[in-house]
């Protein structure tokens, strides 16, 4: 894989973080199953672990409000080809209330970008 390749890659999934504020990605259960890996685990800044199935009931919760306003700066992206079309994509997300570091796993399918793995760590 080439620099630049990789760097489109960058562009093209920083685009989307943080992820499931991005409403133009889709709001729907069937963007979600789309766009959520059936193997997708996070570990929330909490430290719980939220699975799949958790995620997508209390995203289509959200969605169904107004919008919120996400216009959070996300800063010091990363990213490091994990194995054949899998991907760590790593950046700073500063919140209202907190920082935290963020990590993504994502895989490119046939059906587009699917995140496999997210993980938000509150940072000082």
Request: with cysteine; aromatic share 12%; proline share 6%.
């Amino acid at each position: 894989m080439t620099d630049l390749q990789l760097e489109n890659i960058l562009g093209e999934l920083s685009e989307r973080e943080p992820i499931f504020h991005r409403r133009k990605f889709g709001t729907t259960r069937a963007d979600l199953e789309r766009m959520i890996d059936d193997a997708f685990w996070e570990i929330g800044a909490s430290g719980k672990i939220y699975h799949r199935a958790y995620v997508i009931e209390t995203l289509l919760e959200r969605y169904n409000k107004e919008p919120e306003p996400h216009d959070w700066p996300c800063r010091d992206f990363s990213i490091m080809p994990l194995a054949a079309e899998l991907y760590l994509l790593s950046y700073i997300l500063e919140e209202p209330w907190r920082v935290t570091r963020r990590s993504t796993i994502w895989r490119r399918t046939d059906e587009g970008w699917k995140i496999v793995f997210h993980q938000g760590t509150p940072t000082s």
